[in-house]
């Protein structure tokens, strides 16, 4: 399943600033939303460039992208200037890789920029979790989305605040182990097809992300290892310390377990 955003503007003309902004789907089971798409609005315009927007494979969520379904759109913008979203799903035949699909959510700070995880200073969010996988799963894997924002001091040695523009790894642990890397690093901003963002401050690279693009998904495979069986998770962020100087710095985060199989499947219990 291939999601499309096309972003037109108003008469007031598109929004000046890069913005958070994401999709989100609603869970039925839980009522919760769960986040399948989150980019960065471009300076000043809107996606005419591409032909049909901003491309997302939302095929994890396929069990709810199924029949009657909600979906909300968000953008943080502040100001009198509005962007208008067109969303267009394109699902694509053929044979999958399995019939089956089921998605919990493990890590849900994806509300806004500043929802995030609070980054340099201790806080009481929770994100160690327990995660119980069904007996038939033959696939599992992460799907995480990640994003830095602020200015908070002090920088690193090339002069990059956080959590906006400093580079960082974080590791997600299994059972205690290191276990997978998140590197946020730069990912090319000014070879964006959007190239027509000026003045916004768009070529600069950040730490994962580029105003005008789709934040990358980073996906991690469990294989089948713990079918039928519990692990812990853990989302742990690269030491850092703020002083606090400078503003704060938050990691809007959202993590899902996803797991595929050949039967009826029902989603893991995340604890």
Wanted: net charge negative.
């Amino acid at each position: 399943i291939k999601m499309f955003l096309q972003i037109d503007c108003p008469s007031t003309g598109c929004d000046d600033w890069d913005r958070f902004a994401n999709i989100k789907v609603k869970d039925d089971a839980t009522g919760n939303w769960f986040e399948i798409g989150r980019y960065i609005t471009p300076y000043w315009v809107g996606t005419q460039l591409l032909n049909r927007g901003l491309e997302f494979d939302v095929t994890d969520f396929k069990s709810l992208l199924s029949g009657p379904t909600e979906l909300r759109i968000y953008i943080e913008n502040w100001t009198a200037k509005a962007d208008l979203i067109t969303l267009e799903f394109d699902y694509v035949e053929g044979i999958p890789d399995y019939p089956y699909y089921a998605v919990s959510e493990v890590l849900g700070f994806h509300a806004n920029s500043i929802d995030g995880v609070p980054y340099g200073i201790s806080h009481s969010l929770d994100l160690d979790k327990i995660i119980q996988i069904p007996n038939n799963a033959e696939s599992t894997h992460l799907r995480t989305l990640i994003s830095g924002w602020g200015h908070a001091t002090p920088t690193d040695a090339n002069g990059r605040p956080c959590a906006e523009w400093c580079y960082r790894t974080h590791d997600v642990k299994i059972n205690g182990v290191n276990t997978f890397q998140h590197y946020m690093g730069p990912i090319g901003c000014d070879t964006n097809p959007i190239y027509n963002q000026s003045p916004g401050n768009w070529m600069p690279d950040r730490a994962g992300w580029c105003p005008g693009m789709a934040v990358p998904v980073r996906s991690n495979d469990l294989g089948n290892s713990f079918n039928g069986t519990s692990f812990t998770f853990e989302y742990d962020f690269e030491d850092w310390t703020s002083d606090q100087q400078g503003g704060n710095a938050y990691y809007a985060t959202s993590s899902y377990v996803i797991v595929k199989s050949n039967t009826e499947i029902s989603s893991p219990i995340v604890n």
